[in-house]
């Protein structure tokens, strides 16, 4: 019997509903949600996905800036203009699109994003607000993840999760997110050995590490939950995830596609941390 097929599309359409309901709610207060998305340099597939993310802004009544620049931009600029956004009251998040050109570092320019405004979840702040299970910005793909499995009524609390991957985006705090739900959570990487024997072991089974169809039928616990994080290209070309769908249908109970799957929850959660950026911002008004 094949897996029931996680829908990302149905599940992001599904939360940027509500999401328009708190939109309107701003909008009614005179707050109008804000994303300013920076984009430096001609990397394709970034141009592809601040395409996405701004037409899905759009489409909600979300306002969104973006600050296009060439390679060339240094530095010290790059910082000038989030020092300027930063102080810009109908801004509510800062997007710097990753990877940046080598010759800025891009910890620096992630630092340098108010933690008031860091819809990716990426600041120090928020990464150690995460850790010590307090409310903040997480990070768009593992949140994405938690809000798939909540909208399927899986129940995460006294689970196993294996993550396969440690990336600070992905990987770490998507384990965290876990473990912040009492899950008992398993980290593998590249450097795990026998992987296998832990994947089978999983009743939630994360792949987040880039590698084409890595996981089959044979890695997986009878009825596990998969979720694919990858996004790869396999010997035809076509798009794939790190997970070997055909194959891996076959033993998990319950499984997202590549592409449709994780992919629309990301940018849905971006949408997410803007409208709560927003919704903070008019809280602390009204306080006033």
């Known amino acids: 019997m094949s897996a029931e097929l996680i829908d990302g599309r149905l599940i992001a359409d599904y939360y940027r509903e509500r999401l328009q309901e708190s939109i309107s709610e701003l909008k009614a207060n005179d707050v109008t949600p804000g994303l300013a998305v920076i984009l430096v340099g001609d990397n394709h597939a970034s141009h592809t996905y601040v395409k996405m993310k701004r037409k899905a802004c759009s489409k909600l009544g979300i306002h969104s800036e973006l600050y296009q620049f060439q390679e060339s931009l240094t530095q010290e600029e790059l910082v000038g203009k989030i020092e300027e956004l930063n102080e810009l009251d109908h801004i509510h998040g800062i997007l710097v699109q990753l990877p940046l050109p080598q010759h ?99 009743d939630i089974l994360v792949s987040a590490v880039g590698k084409a169809k890595l996981i089959g039928a044979g890695d997986i616990k009878k009825g596990a939950v998969v979720i694919d994080v990858g996004m790869n290209r396999d010997e035809a070309g076509r798009l794939c995830g790190d997970v070997d769908f055909e194959s891996a249908r076959e033993a998990a109970g319950k499984i997202t596609p590549v592409p449709g799957g994780v992919g629309p929850m990301t940018i849905t959660m971006l949408l997410y941390n803007t409208v709560k950026s927003a919704r903070w911002q008019l809280e602390n008004r009204q306080k006033r």
């Open 104 to 202: 800025i570092n891009p910890i620096t320019i992630i630092e340098t994003i108010s933690p008031s405004k860091d819809v990716d979840g990426f600041h120090p702040v928020s990464i150690g607000k995460m850790v010590t299970n307090q409310d903040t910005f997480y990070s768009c793909t593992p949140l994405g993840i938690i809000k798939m499995l909540e909208y399927e009524k899986i129940d995460i609390k006294g689970k196993h999760v294996v993550i396969l991957g440690r990336s600070n985006i992905v990987g770490k705090p998507a384990g965290q997110l876990f473990l912040n739900r009492d899950a008992t959570v398993t980290y593998c990487h590249s450097k795990t050995a026998n992987l296998t024997d832990y994947t089978k072991k999983a």
